[in-house]
């Protein structure tokens, strides 16, 4: 056990600062990896947890510590990854990554210090935006690492192969072959205030139980995924079709008191949220193609709400089930 001189001796370490001021970027980091806000989070903290594990000459023989914190924090990803495979396959219907409010609309609102939620530490843009981290989920474990670190945190390749023990050339390969599935998978990104429009006007076609204006909004080929994680209804195969979306639509909002439908910002993107009672139970993602919508993203899984809302939802306050077949 340190003394108490010792303690305060081990505040004034000249790389404390550094040390911590990693936090934000590898939860940044780690997030876009996962695609999980929690599993971000405690890979974060188990990378924290090893540095301090290691003596104080230790931690002072490393040059530097951005780099350590990195390092640790890619492999500890790699092996979550590993395993969320395995997870997935067990995983109940479809797999969303968790959903991120902007940092000034999450339950409770933005709070200072080591007090603020972890989603307040996640930089919104394009490589955090549902679309990318859907695209990001169809790589390897060993693709993504590589594109995210050279192509989003732009580390040199020659930083990327000592970080992930491969040769600078195998990392550029796997940062091009991951290049290449986003292009392929990605429509170019709308305005936020065209997408905004679009969302609302879904929005209100769908408090007005207007299927036709529905399928205006919807691209013919449209699809429609949702993420219950078994924990609460979610349809379990993709709905297809802007008419068998639309009437899906309808047949829920028709199912009884229809929930309250909220604008609002979701990983970076314009959104929208459903609330029963105050809570939130959906959040969902859309994706666009040429001034329509071609994907909508729900997620009820409440595990994955807990940004969105203080108090997690129970079974009885979820509203419609999400779990009958689409209209044929």
Known sequence: MSTPSESRHDLSEPDLSAVVGERRQLINF???LLGSLAEAEDAVQETYTRWYAMSRRRRQDIESPGGWLTTVATRICLDLLGSARVRRERYVGSWIPEPLPDRTEWSGGPA?????????????????????LVVLESMTPAERVAFILHDVFRYPFAEVAQIVGRTPAACRQLASSARRRMRAA??????????????????????????????????PGATMVADGGGLVGAVLRPVEGSRRIAQYLIHLAG?????????????????????????????????????????????????????????????AENGPTWTESAPS
Not at 255 to 275: D, H
């Open 30 to 32: 780690a997030y876009r």
């Open 186 to 219: 990605q429509a170019p990104a709308a305005p936020a205030a065209g997408q905004a429009d679009l969302v609302r006007r879904f929005k209100e076609a769908w408090e007005a139980r207007d299927v036709e204006a529905l399928v205006g909004l919807l691209d």
């Open 255 to 315: 199912k009884g008191p229809g929930p309250t439908l909220l604008e609002r910002t979701v990983n970076g993107r314009p959104g929208l949220v459903a609330q029963h009672a105050g809570v939130t139970v959906t959040v969902a993602a859309f994706g666009l193609t040429g001034g329509r919508i071609a994907r909508i993203w729900a997620v009820r899984n409440p595990e994955k709400l807990r940004p969105w809302t203080e108090n997690g939802p129970t079974r």
């Open 112 to 132: 200072g210090g080591d007090k603020a939620d972890p989603a307040d530490r996640v930089t919104l843009d394009e490589s955090v935006s549902m679309a990318f």
